[in-house]
């Protein structure tokens, strides 16, 4: 790390940013359509933290170190060691919502990775190769940590970015809970935790502090609380935002847990939805129909999607995906920090059995008041599909909802049907109503 | 000389042996054998594949699909425990949806292949794991004898000794196994008693015919090469199979083992750490390339044919990286996708046959 590197990076984020927010927030006047209901004031404050976030990573290589993190992984313990860190999964879905998917996949496949392949690895291997970014430039990483308590695919991908960057990668693994969590696979986790933390004080040569560790752990855990309630603001009739808005302010759960800067985000947040519930300020005007979710978001056809829903007055206001950061909080404990972190984070609903998502749908079902689920079937993603036929067939003869399986991808829309889909869906919602 | 598997399994079962069936991966065969249960891989059984479409999306591999229309037929009825092995996202969930949604009646066993690089944790992990599946078995009244453990320890230990043998006599042309042999053969590993498989393999060692006329030496790579259209189609063009990497075979063949140790779990957990490098067990790339550049130079292979399973990720994420290192040997490959189950399709017939041309 270069003490130029250092200084400049200070600069830009002590002096440099603070303007730089405020001008994002500003915004640029735009002759957009106005929506239905009065957009999310915090709009503009998730924006410029986006782009807060992704300049300053510009400015990190060379000063702090930085890794490149799966969404699953246990981010707690690269903050006790001052990593900046930056999520692929995240910024593949940025590229998707920006409609970049199928061009930086084709990237990817010219260099003779299957079309078969993940979209978000496949996007982002397409980014090295191409340079192309929405965000400008990504640093390059000095480490790679992963988890395979979303997918065995995060192994697979990041294993090709370590051979790519010349740089180590630290795997988090997670067996899969098929009944319970056993003592010993608690174990094995628990003993990975402590090797993991003696790398990475090889790696940074710095020392462990427990102490920043457990108050990081205390911010997450807070954090994913926040998150947890701003979910659940969902749960009144009207609902104060639509599942679309949910799916955009995932950042900071996913890329900035841990930090203070998500914490004070979602306690804005929180604020504005909660002032929403007592205004019964809809999302939906009129709002007849609640829906749940599965499955990660279609990041390139929320706009479609959400305008479709909009006009036979649907809302989702539940989704698995976005409660997937909210469900495991109880086992996150700052007094014992590494046992709670190998529960809270091998309990998480893609490392646990269909049972149990079977029963988390129906229950979230229940607590969201809602009147079906949409199940999006993503190619890119086995964990979250495999299961879903016979939840979908399960949920509708034995708990009376009724379900409708989009077939599609999560970032690459050359994978989407148009017209399939549209017709699909509004057939679905004519028939709850 | 090899016996066919559905008779043979019938023999076993009328022997008093109770049958598991056991989804493609390594796991630890001489414990099953131990509680006098004979595991039989559940690779390709000829069923109706449509039987799955309710169950899976179109774009999951036909290896998932064929264990879930197998699950759904009579030939079911024979098996007796399931034993799913945890080596893909695919596999993961599947054993899952057996298991919770009611696709079979059996008593189903999960084993976890943890992932390298391989630490101390892994070892302890290991030996957890196994004392659990010796648990789980006591569980469902299925004892396992240690001693039974000991000696199948040294009846795999003799297999994979032949098995190099027969590499070994294969990439020497003193075998003249044409494919078509040679894969019944191979198949039977997945399915025949270590004892068993001893005697099949010693038959081909002393007393096999030479009368396979080579004209290509290959290694064989991908999850599961041994299919008949492959094999057919490679005897007919006169192929020999030199070396093997697949996960059926040679990437559940430790490469350090002991015939009689003094802990019979500790060997089967060393077994575990020494296997060939796999992309279901997280392997390094780089390491990978240097096992099969080795593969090929031992066997004075003229390339690499891998065959892959079409929707199969650990396969597919690890071969651009390998058809770079292959190409940087100067080692000719060729990747065929394929659906277990189907004939080879006419594309592939052609890419091969232009691929063997290359190679004179």
Known sequence: ?433 | MIPERSSYIKQKKAEGWKICGVTPGFYPKEILLGANLLPVEIWDPAVEISLAYPHLQPTICSIAKIIISFLKTDAANLIDVIFVNHICDSLQNLGSLIHDFGLSNKPILFFYNPKEPYSSSTNLYLKDILKSLISGLNQLNMPVSLEKVQEHISHTARNYRLISKLFEMQSLAQTFLGPMEFGKIIRSFGYLMPLDFNTSIDWVINDCPKDFNIRYRLVLSGIFPYQHSIMEYLSSRHVTISQDDSLFLRRRIPKTFSDEPEDPIQELINRYLSLPPCPTRGSDLEHRAEHIIKLVGESNSQGVLFICTKFCEPEYFDLPYLKDSLDSHKIPHLVLETEIGEPLSMANFTRLDAFLEGLR
């Open chain 1, 1 to 433: 790390m270069s003490m130029w590197a250092r200084m400049r990076y200070k600069a830009v984020k002590d002096l440099f940013l603070p303007f730089f927010v405020r001008y994002v927030q500003k915004g640029k006047k735009r002759s957009v359509k106005r929506p239905p209901s009065p957009p999310l004031r915090i709009n503009k404050t998730l924006k410029a933290l986006i782009a807060s976030h992704y300049l300053l990573a510009r400015y990190a290589e060379g000063a702090v170190p930085v890794a490149w993190v799966t969404s699953g992984a246990p981010v707690e313990l690269l903050r006790a060691f001052g990593y900046y860190t930056l999520y692929p999964e995240n910024h593949s879905a940025l590229c998707a919502a920006q409609k970049m998917g199928g061009s930086l996949c084709s990237f990817a496949e010219e260099k003779g990775y299957s079309q078969d392949l993940c979209s978000y690895a496949k996007i982002d291997l397409g980014v090295h190769y191409s340079r192309k970014t929405p965000v400008g430039r990504l640093p390059k990483p000095d480490l790679l940590f992963a988890s395979n308590n979303i997918c065995q695919t995060v192994l697979y991908w990041y294993k090709v970015l370590s051979k790519a960057y010349s740089i180590p990668l630290i795997l988090f693994d997670t067996p899969y809970n098929y009944q319970s969590l056993r003592p010993e696979d608690l174990s094995y986790m628990v003993s990975q935790i402590h090797e993991i933390i003696h790398q990475l004080e090889r790696l940074t040569k710095k020392d462990f502090d427990p102490e920043i560790f457990s108050k990081t752990l205390e911010i997450s855990k807070s954090t994913c609380e926040t998150w947890k309630d701003i979910l659940y603001c969902m749960q009144a009739t009207p609902a104060p935002a639509t599942i679309f808005d949910i799916f955009s302010h995932m950042l900071p759960v996913v890329s900035l847990r841990g930090l203070p800067v998500a914490l004070r985000y979602y306690n804005l947040l929180l604020h504005e939805l909660r002032e929403r519930v007592e205004k019964k300020i809809a999302a939906v005007p009129n709002e007849r129909i609640r829906l749940l979710w599965d499955n990660i978001a279609i990041w390139y056809k929320m706009r479609d999607l959400s305008n479709i829903l909009m006009q036979h007055k649907a809302n989702i206001v539940a989704a698995t995906y976005t409660n997937a950061w909210a469900e495991t909080i109880p086992y996150m404990d700052p007094h014992n920090p590494i046992e709670s972190i190998a529960k809270a984070y091998s309990l998480v609903v893609l490392n646990n059995n269909l049972k149990h998502r079977l029963n988390l749908i129906y229950t979230l079902a229940k607590e969201f008041k809602v009147h079906g689920i949409l199940m999006h079937s993503a190619r890119s993603c086995k964990p979250y599909s495999v299961g879903q036929y016979d939840m979908a067939r399960i949920l509708s003869s034995q708990y009376n909802i009724p379900c409708l399986i989009i077939e599609a991808d999560i970032a690459d829309e050359r994978y989407y049907s148009d017209e399939q889909n549209r017709t699909r869906l509004e057939a679905f919602l004519e028939s709850l109503t």
